[in-house]
């Protein structure tokens, strides 16, 4: 079996990846599955079905599809919507002031003059079919594929409201009804722009995770450096690294010795010391030292390349969350229309007037015209959301605020999350541990090592005088020494005590003091935690760091010992997710960097530090932007509040058609009455959405 993944283009709702998943599975031996949130389609099939034959199946649903390219390197942005979001925010900007004086007039009576329908039948016009395109445009092609999505109700409804009002401006009889067009239109368009906006950046985590790679690298050739971009790179090339470069590609160091930030790729606190023989991944930071990496992958076979193929199965692997509205679009679209027929003819087959008829017909789409249903989603999420940003939480996605009902576990990443991600010293032990501090801060301050820089602040955290330091030499992967007031100082790694990492100082030819040195828990995180367990939910920490630096972490902040995961690598981060996903948990992920975007994509959730990598956020369904872990309970508690109004608002939209088409049908609303009606539905939608603004 072949695998090809399709980038998606068009859909406007649940029902266009329903109907292009069905079309795909049609062709004979083809496995496959629709992502709406992502635009994305994950297609297993034989040989005999090609990719063109793949394409062609979307197009004849009326879509457009083209192969996304995992060869490692990104294309352009394939988020090509019939109308790109870029002008639908101008179409909404216009259609908003232009929905004001129409909304005015129509409603302030005092206000309106002879005439007025005509200046709101100029105003509406444009609102109607320019800001209202992207709408007819998406029920025009339904229509020629013989099916009907949410698109096709607003279309209609909007035109009917509309064509209507216009017979009775031009008749100078019956009730005018442009400011339901124009308030439709506006609304839906917002709900519309703000989805556009979130769906665009679906495709950036893995942007962000190939933008860690070096775009060039200076390689040996004849003795010679020569400078190359990146791609071009073959195994076997000698790489030269200096300080503050990234390694270019996966390889093995062979002259030259430095430490590695590798804290992005591996979540590491502590910078990896190298030296010939030690392996070295691309993406990598270089923070000392020149050193010489032989190239051992390069290309889509680097931990880079592949960490971004495992972040992109990942979000394609997701069920598409449908929207509540659209589950039931297939049926109450087309019901809505047959009423409506049905009702004209009933009326004009028992012998009643033309008009009559025709005005209950119009008040059945009226009545049914989706306003509360377009509008039961978006207000809430605009609400919501906006309540989220100012308590810090960003929710990226409307689809996530259905996963969260029922998180029961959340994984936290360790470094950066819990911790600071920068080392602090915790402790001096010594006969003197401020002469041990000082004389240690000394001879590091003329190192780069994040260790050094740790202990130089600590010292001037104390107000300790930092003294010169001479003859001063660097020993890779053992430690530092030099002459500091007469004495001969070494600085050299010691025994890890408690989960610290730990320097021996000593002059004289003793060691006189041990400084411990940790990633400081943040001081909010024993707070988080145990307002996650008061709402019963289960803190589980994960991370690549070594046991014994878990165990003091966890036991810090309260998180059980049976719940602790260190010495993971980033792929086996995912891994960690999914065994807790296959004992029936709904897991939530909280991390801050690159090698947490796996793990993020893979989980229920995916919360993303806002202080951390771009990777992580972009890969990440909701992002904190503080960096405070207190706001993981907050997201969690606000999102379940969003989904439990949004239900409450769909229950409400859903059950007024219900009850109000069949009043419609028989005669019993007029359109004016039902303009009225929809109208209240819809302000009770709003107001009910309002009271997120509440939330604490």
Same mark, same amino acid.
């Given at each position: 079996?072949?695998t ?17 998943e069905?079309?795909l ?9 629709v ?19 793949l ?13 996304i !390219? ?10 090509n ?6 002008q639908l ?22 206000w ?23 709408f007819h ?6 229509a ?7 698109d096709?109700?607003?279309s209609?409804?909007?035109l ?11 008749t ?18 917002a709900?519309r ?10 495709g ?13 690298a200076?390689?040996?050739?004849? !003795?010679?450096?020569?400078r ?14 200096r ?8 390889g ?8 590695? !930030?590798t804290?992005?790729m591996?979540g ?28 051992s ?22 069920a ?5 509205a659209?589950?039931?679009?297939a ?5 809505v229309?047959?009423?409506a027929?049905?009702t $004209? ?19 059945v ?8 249903l ?5 207000t809430a999420?605009l609400?919501?959301?906006g ?37 602090a ?6 006969a ?9 801060a ?6 780069e090592?994040p260790?050094a820089v740790?202990?130089?602040a ?15 030499v660097n ?28 320097v021996g ?5 003793s060691?006189?003091g ?9 001081p ?31 036991t ?7 719940d602790?995961?260190a ?12 065994r ?6 709904k ?10 975007s ?13 202080t ?9 369904d ?5 960096g ?5 309970p907050?997201?969690l ?11 409450q608002n ?11 088409i ?6 019993l ?21 309002l009271? $997120?603004?509440?939330f604490?």
């Amino acid at each position: 079996m072949a695998t090809t993944d399709l980038q998606l283009s068009g859909m406007s709702c649940a029902s266009c990846a329903a109907k292009i998943e069905r079309s795909l599975n049609d062709l004979d031996g083809v496995q496959a599955t629709v992502n709406f949130a992502v635009e994305r389609a994950h297609v297993e099939h034989g040989p005999q079905v090609s990719q063109h034959d793949l394409i062609h199946a979307v197009e004849d649903t009326g879509y457009h599809a083209s192969v996304i !390219d995992h060869s490692g390197h990104m294309g352009h942005d394939h988020m090509n919507h019939d109308v790109p979001t870029d002008q639908l925010r101008p179409r909404l900007i216009g259609s908003a002031v232009l929905a004001v004086p129409v909304l005015a007039l129509s409603m302030v009576m005092p206000w309106q003059f002879p005439g007025w329908q005509w200046l709101v039948l100029a105003l509406a016009t444009p609102i109607v079919f320019w800001g209202g395109y992207p709408f007819h445009k998406a029920a025009l092609n339904s229509a020629r594929h013989g099916s009907s999505t949410m698109d096709t109700l607003v279309s209609i409804g909007t035109l009917a409201a509309y064509l209507w009002s216009v017979v009775a401006v031009v008749t100078g009889h019956g009730h005018v009804y442009l400011e339901v067009a124009a308030a439709v239109t506006v609304f839906l368009l917002a709900g519309r722009y703000a989805e556009a906006k979130a769906k665009r950046s679906a495709g950036a985590a893995l942007r962000a995770l190939l933008s860690l790679g070096a775009k060039e690298a200076v390689v040996l050739r004849e !003795d010679a450096e020569v400078r190359i971009p990146a791609e071009e790179l073959r195994v076997g090339d000698v790489i030269v690294v200096r300080p503050g470069e990234r390694v270019a590609t996966d390889g093995v160091v062979v002259d030259g010795a430095s430490a590695l !930030d590798t804290s992005a790729m591996t979540g590491e606190s502590v910078p990896v010391d190298v030296r010939a023989g030690a392996e070295v991944l691309g993406g990598a930071v270089n923070t000392y030292g020149r050193i010489l990496v032989r190239a051992s992958r390069v290309g889509a076979d680097t931990q880079l390349s592949r960490m971004a193929r495992m972040v992109a199965d990942a979000q394609s692997g997701k069920a598409s969350i449908q929207r509540l509205a659209d589950r039931v679009s297939a049926v109450f679209v087309p019901v809505v229309l047959a009423i409506a027929a049905v009702t $004209l003819a009933a009326w004009l087959l028992s012998g009643q007037p033309v008009t009559a008829a025709f005005t209950a017909a119009v008040a059945v789409l009226i009545i049914a015209c989706p306003c509360a249903l377009g509008l039961a989603t978006p207000t809430a999420i605009l609400v919501g959301t906006g309540r989220g940003a100012q308590l810090g939480v960003l929710i990226k996605e409307p689809q996530v605020l259905e996963t969260v009902t029922g998180i029961d576990t959340v994984v936290l990443d360790k470094t950066g999350t819990v911790t600071t991600g920068t080392m602090a010293v915790a402790a001096v032990e010594g006969a003197e541990p401020d002469t041990v501090l000082a004389r240690a801060a000394a001879v590091e301050s003329a190192s780069e090592h994040p260790v050094a820089v740790a202990v130089v602040a600590a010292a001037r955290e104390r107000g300790l005088a930092v003294a010169a330091v001479s003859d001063f030499v660097n020993e890779p992967g053992t430690g530092v020494h030099g002459v500091v007031d007469g004495l001969t100082v070494r600085v050299a790694r010691a025994s890890d005590d408690d989960g610290r990492t730990s320097v021996g100082v000593s002059w004289d030819g003793s060691e006189r003091g041990v400084i411990r040195l940790v990633d400081a828990v943040k001081p909010t995180s024993a707070d988080a935690i145990a307002e996650l367990k008061s709402m019963g939910i289960t803190p589980v920490l994960l991370t690549g760091d070594n046991a014994a630096v878990a165990a003091r972490v966890a036991t810090e902040v309260g998180i059980a010992p049976g719940d602790v995961i260190a010495g993971v690598l980033p792929s086996e981060k995912a891994d960690a997710i999914k065994r807790l996903q296959d004992q029936g948990r709904k897991v939530a992920m909280v991390g801050d960097g690159v090698n947490d975007s796996v793990a993020l994509a893979t989980a229920d959730v995916g919360m993303a530090m806002g202080t951390g990598t771009d990777a992580a956020i972009e890969a990440g369904d909701i992002t904190l932007v503080r960096g405070d872990l207190r706001t993981v309970p907050t997201a969690l508690r606000l999102s379940a509040r969003t989904l439990r109004i949004i239900k409450q608002n769909l229950f409400w939209a859903f059950g007024y058609n219900v009850a109000a088409i069949p009043l419609a049908a028989l005669g019993l609303l007029n359109p004016m009455i039902a303009g009225a009606a929809m109208a209240f539905s819809s302000v009770l939608v709003v107001t009910n959405s309002l009271r $997120l603004k509440r939330f604490r």
